[in-house]
């Protein structure tokens, strides 16, 4: 048996890209970041706490932690803690560039794999307007960054990995789950 350690509709909807049937157990720890670590070792790690939490009561099964951290000037952007954070937030990054980086850790009784995708975001410039309609209709609440990438209007373009950027970045999976058999 498979089991995503997330509670994200968007990466569920992407690990069914690669497996049709698994079951969706979050990890309840506290994403505790550790400000020593470069961004990628941060997603890594948390990541890895994740997936070695579900893991811990699922020893029989292969388990799937994910965590998605936004890299600004040298800043880890996460997740708003309210509209008027998310609104700050899409304002700093408007008509500018960032990366996407998601930490993936597979683990089973066989074996335990951590890696990362990164992926260059570059944004369209975005009014006032248009970032208090789009913080009004709720999206980027509970996204880091404050986005969606597959949210209209906001990406001008991007260098890696589209699936990198909504959550799980389905090639890199794949080729966890077949190296950890």
Do not use: W
């Amino acid at each position: 048996m498979f089991i995503l350690a997330s509670a994200s509709p968007r990466r569920r909807e992407l690990l069914k890209q690669i497996i049709p049937k698994f079951e969706v157990i979050p990890a309840a720890a506290d994403e505790k970041v550790n400000l020593s670590l470069f961004p990628e070792q941060m997603a890594c790690a948390l990541a890895e706490s994740k997936c070695d939490e579900v893991y811990a009561s699922h020893t029989e099964d292969t388990v799937i932690g994910c965590d998605t951290i936004v890299c600004f000037g040298g800043e880890i952007l996460g997740k708003p803690k309210d509209r008027a954070d998310a609104f700050e937030t899409l304002k700093r990054l408007s008509g500018k560039t960032h990366y996407v980086i998601t930490g993936v850790c597979v683990r089973n009784k066989y074996n335990k794999l951590t890696d990362f995708d990164k992926t260059e975001v570059k944004f369209n410039v975005l009014s006032d307007e248009f970032i208090k309609i789009y913080v009004d209709g709720g999206s980027p609440l509970d996204k880091a960054g404050s986005y969606g990438i597959q949210d209209g209007g906001i990406v001008n373009e991007y260098f890696g990995s589209y699936t990198n950027v909504v959550g799980l970045p389905v090639n890199l999976v794949r080729k966890m789950l077949k190296e950890v058999r």
